[in-house]
Protein backbone atom coordinates (compact mmCIF):
# COMPACT_ATOMS: atom_id res chain seq x y z
CA UNK A 1 0.00 0.00 0.00
CA UNK A 2 1.24 3.41 -0.68
CA UNK A 3 1.26 6.52 1.50
CA UNK A 4 1.41 9.99 0.26
CA UNK A 5 4.57 11.78 0.78
CA UNK A 6 4.35 16.03 0.20
CA UNK A 7 5.81 19.05 1.55
CA UNK A 8 4.28 21.50 3.80
CA UNK A 9 2.84 24.01 0.62
CA UNK A 10 2.39 20.77 -1.94
CA UNK A 11 5.49 21.53 -4.27
CA UNK A 12 6.99 18.51 -3.51
CA UNK A 13 5.07 15.17 -4.08
CA UNK A 14 5.38 11.62 -3.80
CA UNK A 15 4.39 8.54 -1.77
CA UNK A 16 5.93 5.50 0.24
CA UNK A 17 5.15 1.90 -0.75
CA UNK A 18 5.59 -1.03 1.23
CA UNK A 19 4.29 0.69 4.78
CA UNK A 20 4.48 -2.39 6.47
CA UNK A 21 7.60 -3.44 6.63
CA UNK A 22 8.86 0.42 7.93
CA UNK A 23 10.33 0.66 11.18
CA UNK A 24 8.94 3.79 13.55
CA UNK A 25 10.72 5.36 15.98
CA UNK A 26 11.28 8.51 17.90
CA UNK A 27 14.84 10.14 18.11
CA UNK A 28 15.56 13.10 20.95
CA UNK A 29 19.48 13.65 19.92
CA UNK A 30 20.90 16.73 19.34
CA UNK A 31 21.40 16.79 15.94
CA UNK A 32 17.65 15.84 15.18
CA UNK A 33 17.28 18.93 17.34
CA UNK A 34 19.41 21.23 15.62
CA UNK A 35 17.75 20.45 12.18
CA UNK A 36 14.44 21.44 13.97
CA UNK A 37 16.06 24.99 14.40
CA UNK A 38 17.80 25.38 11.63
CA UNK A 39 14.84 24.58 9.23
CA UNK A 40 12.98 27.03 12.28
CA UNK A 41 10.35 25.07 12.51
CA UNK A 42 11.16 23.23 15.75
CA UNK A 43 7.49 23.67 17.20
CA UNK A 44 6.30 21.49 14.14
CA UNK A 45 9.33 18.83 14.03
CA UNK A 46 9.64 18.01 17.69
CA UNK A 47 7.50 16.63 20.41
CA UNK A 48 7.76 18.47 24.43
CA UNK A 49 10.63 15.98 24.72
CA UNK A 50 12.74 17.12 21.41
CA UNK A 51 12.02 13.95 19.89
CA UNK A 52 11.53 13.88 16.27
CA UNK A 53 8.96 11.53 15.03
CA UNK A 54 10.88 9.27 12.39
CA UNK A 55 9.71 6.09 9.95
CA UNK A 56 12.57 4.36 8.51
CA UNK A 57 12.83 2.24 5.61
CA UNK A 58 14.29 1.79 2.38
CA UNK A 59 15.01 4.62 -0.28
CA UNK A 60 14.18 2.30 -3.07
CA UNK A 61 10.28 2.32 -1.45
CA UNK A 62 10.17 6.15 -1.31
CA UNK A 63 9.41 7.98 -4.92
CA UNK A 64 9.17 11.86 -5.92
CA UNK A 65 6.35 12.62 -8.37
CA UNK A 66 6.45 16.19 -8.81
CA UNK A 67 8.85 18.81 -7.41
CA UNK A 68 12.12 16.89 -6.63
CA UNK A 69 13.88 19.90 -8.24
CA UNK A 70 13.04 21.43 -5.23
CA UNK A 71 14.69 18.54 -2.60
CA UNK A 72 17.97 19.72 -1.52
CA UNK A 73 19.50 19.16 1.91
CA UNK A 74 22.10 19.70 4.40
CA UNK A 75 24.25 18.40 6.80
CA UNK A 76 26.04 19.91 10.61
CA UNK A 77 29.17 18.60 9.29
CA UNK A 78 31.21 17.17 6.55
CA UNK A 79 31.17 14.16 7.81
CA UNK A 80 27.64 13.94 9.32
CA UNK A 81 24.64 12.64 7.51
CA UNK A 82 22.67 14.14 5.13
CA UNK A 83 19.46 15.75 6.17
CA UNK A 84 16.97 15.88 3.33
CA UNK A 85 13.94 18.67 3.08
CA UNK A 86 12.00 20.73 0.48
CA UNK A 87 13.77 24.15 -0.33
CA UNK A 88 10.68 25.97 -1.13
CA UNK A 89 8.72 25.61 2.34
CA UNK A 90 11.45 24.53 4.33
CA UNK A 91 9.38 20.82 5.05
CA UNK A 92 11.90 17.99 6.41
CA UNK A 93 11.73 15.18 4.49
CA UNK A 94 14.40 12.67 6.02
CA UNK A 95 17.68 11.63 6.57
CA UNK A 96 20.26 9.45 5.32
CA UNK A 97 23.44 8.32 5.08
CA UNK A 98 26.38 9.76 3.54
CA UNK A 99 27.24 6.12 1.66
CA UNK A 100 24.50 5.49 -0.83
CA UNK A 101 24.85 1.75 0.43
CA UNK A 102 23.90 1.74 3.81
CA UNK A 103 20.32 1.76 2.07
CA UNK A 104 18.24 3.50 4.72
CA UNK A 105 15.87 7.04 5.07
CA UNK A 106 14.15 7.73 8.38
CA UNK A 107 11.46 10.10 6.57
CA UNK A 108 10.35 12.61 9.15
CA UNK A 109 6.72 12.79 10.27
CA UNK A 110 5.79 16.70 8.97
CA UNK A 111 6.53 14.95 5.26
CA UNK A 112 4.11 12.10 6.09
CA UNK A 113 0.95 13.75 7.26
CA UNK A 114 -2.37 13.29 5.44
CA UNK A 115 -5.96 13.78 7.07
CA UNK A 116 -7.17 10.52 5.56
CA UNK A 117 -5.38 8.15 7.99
CA UNK A 118 -2.95 8.67 11.33
CA UNK A 119 0.21 7.84 11.23
CA UNK A 120 -0.62 4.82 13.61
CA UNK A 121 -2.96 3.82 11.33
CA UNK A 122 -0.50 3.74 8.10
CA UNK A 123 2.80 2.61 9.63
CA UNK A 124 1.89 1.54 13.27
CA UNK A 125 3.22 2.81 16.65
CA UNK A 126 6.06 3.93 17.67
CA UNK A 127 8.18 0.94 18.27
CA UNK A 128 12.14 2.40 19.38
CA UNK A 129 12.96 5.50 21.03
CA UNK A 130 16.56 6.74 20.75
CA UNK A 131 18.96 9.35 22.19
CA UNK A 132 17.13 9.66 25.09
CA UNK A 133 20.30 11.44 26.71
CA UNK A 134 19.28 14.27 25.07
CA UNK A 135 15.78 14.46 25.95
CA UNK A 136 14.12 17.12 27.84
CA UNK A 137 12.85 15.31 30.24
CA UNK A 138 12.26 11.32 30.74
CA UNK A 139 10.60 9.39 27.54
CA UNK A 140 9.63 5.91 28.63
CA UNK A 141 12.40 3.43 27.78
CA UNK A 142 11.00 0.49 24.99
CA UNK A 143 14.63 -1.56 25.09
CA UNK A 144 13.36 -4.31 23.89
CA UNK A 145 10.81 -3.76 20.94
CA UNK A 146 14.09 -1.37 20.23
CA UNK A 147 16.21 -3.93 19.74
CA UNK A 148 14.17 -5.76 18.00
CA UNK A 149 13.13 -3.03 15.64
CA UNK A 150 16.67 -2.04 14.98
CA UNK A 151 18.00 -5.57 14.21
CA UNK A 152 15.11 -6.76 11.93
CA UNK A 153 15.80 -3.17 9.98
CA UNK A 154 19.49 -3.98 9.65
CA UNK A 155 18.01 -7.26 8.06
CA UNK A 156 17.11 -5.16 5.24
CA UNK A 157 19.81 -3.21 5.29
CA UNK A 158 22.19 -6.01 4.61
CA UNK A 159 19.75 -7.62 1.59
CA UNK A 160 19.66 -4.34 -0.06
CA UNK A 161 23.16 -4.40 -0.21
CA UNK A 162 23.53 -7.84 -1.00
CA UNK A 163 20.72 -7.90 -3.72
CA UNK A 164 22.02 -4.83 -5.22
CA UNK A 165 18.84 -3.05 -4.71
CA UNK A 166 20.27 -0.06 -2.53
CA UNK A 167 20.61 1.50 -5.77
CA UNK A 168 17.35 2.35 -6.47
CA UNK A 169 17.07 5.55 -4.85
CA UNK A 170 15.51 9.01 -5.64
CA UNK A 171 18.48 10.48 -3.40
CA UNK A 172 21.62 9.21 -4.59
CA UNK A 173 22.78 8.89 -8.99
CA UNK A 174 22.48 4.85 -8.74
CA UNK A 175 25.83 5.05 -11.38
CA UNK A 176 28.21 7.61 -9.04
CA UNK A 177 26.55 6.77 -5.82
CA UNK A 178 26.78 11.12 -5.45
CA UNK A 179 23.71 12.92 -3.41
CA UNK A 180 21.22 14.43 -6.61
CA UNK A 181 22.05 17.68 -4.92
CA UNK A 182 25.36 18.69 -3.24
CA UNK A 183 24.70 19.49 0.89
CA UNK A 184 25.40 22.64 2.28
CA UNK A 185 27.79 21.72 5.17
CA UNK A 186 27.30 23.90 8.18
CA UNK A 187 30.38 25.61 9.68
CA UNK A 188 31.68 24.71 12.68
CA UNK A 189 29.74 28.70 14.06
CA UNK A 190 26.87 28.24 12.19
CA UNK A 191 26.24 24.15 13.73
CA UNK A 192 27.43 25.85 17.65
CA UNK A 193 24.96 29.01 17.17
CA UNK A 194 22.03 25.76 16.67
CA UNK A 195 23.59 23.51 19.16
CA UNK A 196 23.14 26.22 21.52
CA UNK A 197 19.30 26.96 20.20
CA UNK A 198 18.80 23.08 21.11
Known amino acids: ?45 LDEMGGSDVVATLPQYVSF ?3 VDRLTCMSLSDK ?15 NTSRDFKVSHVGLLHNCL ?13 VRMR ?10 KAMAASTTVSILRFMARLIRARLDGSYKNT ?23 RLMQAV
Open 113 to 125: QDSSTSLDSAFGP
Open 65 to 67: TQG
Open 1 to 45: MNHPLQCQCGTLRGHVSHTESVCRGVCYCKDCQAFAHFLGKADEM
Open 80 to 94: GMLRWYASCCNTPIG
Open 130 to 139: VGMKSAKGHP
Open 170 to 192: PFFDPETGISRVSPRVLTPDERA
